[in-house]
């Protein structure tokens, strides 16, 4: 698995409306209307994840959930990590 340079996840962070590419990881935090609908993202995003085998860090304090992504194996951000970061994008989207 391959690294991506900074330039071309910047390219890639284009077509993300919610992502940030900040100290060697994709990260975003975004805030629901309660803890219920935030846990519940994070259910239907924990699904995906393990079909991926790809699995965020992340958090949740009441209503808001941070995410980070990068590859441990790889120590920094590789195509796996965009693929889960539009995966997100598509749940949070309702596509």
Known sequence: MTVL???FIKIKLQDLEYWDYIDGALETSLDFKSF???FAMM???AFEAEVKNHHPDWSNVYNNLSIRLFTHEAGGV???DIEMATTIENIINGS
């Open 36 to 38: 219920r609908d935030a």
């Open 78 to 80: 590789t195509e796996k």
């Open 5 to 7: 340079s900074e330039d």
């Open 43 to 45: 259910t239907r995003i």
